[in-house]
């Protein structure tokens, strides 16, 4: 029998609850695999740090997505959101499950349609859709959602010389009780400048309106505001089946649904406290099927959530580098995974789990990325287990916009793997080298040398 690790004593401060036998215990279940997949067989296959995706989560999630939407409402079609993660693994999964592509970006676009996505099975968001990218959507038959009057003008000036006419959707804000409000994209509901653009598109032959589109904010942690804004907009399709005899084909309620992370400062934990899919449709089609469409009219409903769908499915998988006393004698561990991989902890106070298994016994621990900048804090302060150098960790739910926000700074971007249905491990996006920097980089004939 092998003599036991020593585990000095600690004291530790208990601030609420009763506490057992042995105190007032903190349990950190580990995660030693994902999907049956040895956690530590991946890390020494492809390297630490690691994101790891899972598709049987990604398609499971998608599935109750849909469900809980469908079966409330005849007619519904999820986009996903190309911002929330455009790996084009990922990407393709969610087109497999039956997902149109949501993009806000010219370069997004062309990356939907090089994914083979039908161009009239892309929906084209964002304040800035240049020229050429217009020409293309228009050409491709794109749903176009309209920003802004400059933008309702460019189309108008382009359709002139084109032989399709743009499918065009707008793009509407509003007061749906939220502070602050989400005003900047779109046009407003209660000011009228709404019902301006869309009186000027009916007003104009070249154009073909079929659609209308809200995205009330992002991480919405209550349903009441899609009570709100479902019935804002199926008063604005019905003023337009009453005023022109004009019947839109959909109404697109954008996204926003929280995932399970916990916002900074949450009191409760996201995973007790986030709407479940079906309380977000229960608000959304409630107030649609009140209204008064004519049920030979009534408009498929489009979802754009993309957070809500990925990010259980992911996670960062890496190894603790150091541990450390700060000033005020506060523990400190070192990761080998920074801000510049996990954006989402400027926003969630992220759920890290030791990579094996270890003491129960824990510690205030301040948890830092290995950048050489103050601002590199997974962490704050959490009861963590009292891991070694070289021990793994595994952060969960991190599969949305750490994969498009992320840096290459001071450290260079890891593999990306996916587990496939059959536990098949797959690189789907391969680590960077010098090399993949140096390849863009010229230096000119008088700087060679040195």
């Not at 005899?245 to 949450?266: E, P, R, V």
């Not at 098949?424 to 993949?436: G, Y």
Request: hydrophobic content about 40%; glycine content about 8%; charged content about 20%.
């Amino acid at each position: 029998m092998g003599k036991k690790p020593f585990e000095r004593p600690v004291i530790t401060k208990i601030n609420a609850g009763m506490p057992a036998k042995f105190g007032l215990q903190i349990r950190h279940d580990p995660i030693t695999d994902i999907d049956g997949v040895p956690l530590q067989s991946l890390m020494d296959q492809y390297g630490s740090p690691l994101f790891v995706y899972s598709e049987k989560t990604i398609r499971q999630t998608y599935i109750e997505a849909y469900r809980a939407f469908s079966s409330r409402y005849p007619n519904v079609l999820l986009a996903w959101s190309y911002k929330t993660n455009y790996i084009n693994a990922i990407c393709n999964i969610f087109h497999q499950e039956g997902a149109w592509a949501e993009v806000v970006s010219g370069f997004e676009y062309r990356k939907a349609l090089k994914n083979g996505v039908n161009g009239g099975h892309i929906i084209f968001n964002g304040p800035y859709k240049s020229t050429d990218d217009l020409i293309l959507a228009i050409n491709n038959e794109s749903l176009i959602h309209i920003d802004h009057f400059d933008e309702l003008y460019d189309i108008i000036e382009i359709s002139k010389s084109m032989e399709k006419k743009p499918k065009v959707a707008v793009r509407v804000n509003m007061d749906i009780g939220i502070y602050p409000a989400w005003d900047r994209f779109g046009f407003n509901y209660e000011n009228g400048e709404a019902w301006d653009a869309l009186n000027r598109i009916m007003h104009y032959e070249n154009l073909e309106l079929v659609g209308l589109h809200t995205h009330i904010g992002t991480y919405i942690m209550s349903t009441a505001p899609y009570k709100v804004a479902s019935k804002k907009m199926a008063d604005l399709a019905i003023g337009l089946a009453r005023k022109f005899n004009h019947h839109i084909q959909y109404i697109d309620m954008g996204g926003g649904f929280a995932s399970k992370n916990t916002l900074k400062g949450g009191y409760y934990p996201g995973s007790d406290t986030t709407p479940s899919f079906d309380d977000y449709a229960e608000a959304i089609i409630s107030e649609l099927m009140k209204a008064e469409f004519a049920p030979d009219h009534l408009p498929m409903l489009i979802l754009e959530t993309g957070r809500a769908l990925i990010d259980d499915a992911g996670y960062l998988a890496g190894t603790v580098i150091a541990n450390k006393r700060l000033a005020d004698g506060q523990r400190a561990s070192i990761l080998d995974a920074g801000v510049n991989l996990l954006f989402t902890s400027f926003w969630y106070d992220h759920d890290i789990r030791p990579g094996k298994d270890v003491s129960d016994q824990t510690e205030e621990t301040a948890i830092f990325g290995p950048l050489c900048m103050n601002i590199d804090v997974i962490r704050k302060s959490t009861a963590f287990p009292l891991l070694k150098k070289g021990d793994p960790f595994v952060i969960k739910r991190v599969g949305a916009y750490n994969n498009t926000q992320w840096l290459q700074f001071i450290t260079m971007r890891p593999n990306v793997v996916l587990i496939d249905l059959k536990g098949k491990v797959h690189i789907i996006r391969e680590k960077e080298t010098l090399e993949t920097l140096n390849q863009h980089e010229y230096t000119p004939d008088h700087l060679q040398v040195i």
